[in-house]
Each structure stands twice: as structure tokens, then as C-alpha cells.
T-cell receptor, first 113, second 112 residues
């Protein structure tokens, strides 16, 4: 089954404690992205990657890091989380084709206290 | 870059009512256009798409027509059901853009 998986699904942590949210896709997609979703703000892109070792900033990259060492994996790293990073996070992947569907993971609900 | 303006929500309708959610976009060239839907507690999933002018995308009774002259891609459904309650996102993808640009989303609630 074609899918994007994220872990963990729910996470409560404290300010400053480094964390990583994993993302993996099994469709051999070139493009992968991270978004955050906040009430009233819609979906905002954090980082994206067009292929292995190729990453670029999205609209709201501050406070986040990513890496793309393998094609299937695209982890999101919060080196020093802060309460304003409390949000719902989605990983997504797609091919490079302009008309192709983007697949989303189920989301990670992060709370930083 | 690409941008999209979506109808403000929330929208509340009775079952079997007609639905329109407006979407207009700004993009270079001839973008592909997508509608995504997010059901409660889930990630986004593709609802329908259109890749060239005058194309009509359709799925689950929903339709949207690619109108290049008005740069619009309005979502319609003739008779909504309670199960259609969700958040709907419009998203263009132009050749120059590297990623989809999402609208702010429109929350739809359908009452029995």
C-alpha cells in the first residue's frame, strides 16, 4: 500500500529538549515536504526536498532542521523546541510530475510546554 | 510565486444542499490545480485535480472546472451529505513552483 508514515503521532515535550519526528514514504518519490497546520493559518510549508541531499526552506523554517540522506526518509528536527512550535505537523511526498498527487502522512500532534 | 485565495469559512449547510467553495489563484504559466480534503483527525488527501484549461476534475460527486480566463477553480457539489463535513484546500502548482501552495482551507459542516 502506498503510504507516508510519521512517528510519533502524538508528542508532549518541554522547552529546549531536542526531538525528531520521522517521516518515511514507500513510493520512491523525489519530492518530500514538511508542513505545519495552525488554526486560522492553514497549511504552511516548513522545508522541502527535491531529492537526496537537496533541501530548501519553505515559508516558516525558523527553529527547524531537516535532512535527506535516503530517498525514502525525511526527518524533521527541532533542536530546541519552544511553545510557539506547538502545532500539527504533516509530512508529504510526490513525484516531480506537475500533475501528480501529493500524498500526506497522518500528522503528528506536538505540544511544547 | 504561486498564491491562492479561498472562500472564508466556516460554511454550514443542511444535508442535500448545494455547495460552492470559491478558489482563485495566481500562478505563472499553466498551473495544475488541485482540491484536497481533510477529514477530522486525518491528513490531507486528494479530492480532484485538473491539469489544463477547461478540464473538469470530479470525484465523489464533487466537481471543479479549470477556468484560466478567470483564474478560478471553484469546488461544487449538488447535494452534500453529513459525511462531507471536512476542511477543503485549494492548491495550484505551476511549472516554476517547486511545491504546492495551499489556500487557508474552508471548514464545511453539513447538518442532518
Amino acid at each position: 500500500e502506498a503510504q507516508v508514515t510519521q512517528n510519533p503521532r502524538y508528542l508532549i515535550t518541554v522547552t529546549g529538549k531536542k526531538l525528531t519526528v520521522t517521516c518515511s514514504q514507500n513510493m520512491n518519490h523525489e519530492y518530500m515536504s514538511w508542513y505545519r497546520q495552525d488554526p486560522g493559518l492553514g497549511l504552511r510549508q516548513i522545508y522541502y526536498s527535491m531529492n537526496v541531499e537537496v533541501t530548501d526552506k519553505g515559508d516558516v523554517p525558523e527553529g527547524y532542521k531537516v535532512s535527506r540522506k535516503e530517498k525514502r526518509n525525511f526527518p524533521l528536527i527541532l533542536e530546541s523546541p519552544s511553545p510557539n512550535q506547538t502545532s500539527l505537523y504533516f509530512c508529504a511526498s510526490r513525484t516531480s510530475g506537475r500533475g501528480d498527487e501529493q500524498y500526506f502522512g497522518p500528522g503528528t500532534r506536538l505540544t511544547v510546554t | 510565486g504561486d498564491s491562492v485565495t479561498q472562500m472564508e469559512g466556516p460554511v454550514t449547510l443542511s444535508e442535500e444542499a448545494f455547495l460552492t467553495i470559491n478558489c482563485t489563484y495566481t500562478a505563472t504559466g499553466y498551473p495544475s490545480l488541485f482540491w484536497y480534503v481533510q477529514y477530522p483527525g486525518e491528513g490531507l488527501q486528494l479530492l480532484l485535480k485538473a491539469t489544463k484549461a477547461d478540464d473538469k476534475g470530479s470525484n465523489k460527486g464533487f466537481e471543479a472546472t479549470y477556468r484560466k480566463e478567470t483564474t478560478s477553480f471553484h469546488l461544487e457539489k449538488g447535494s452534500v451529505q453529513v459525511s462531507d463535513s471536512a476542511v477543503y484546500f485549494c492548491a495550484p502548482l505551476s511549472g516554476s513552483a517547486r511545491q504546492l501552495t495551499f489556500g487557508s482551507g474552508t471548514q464545511l459542516t453539513v447538518l442532518p
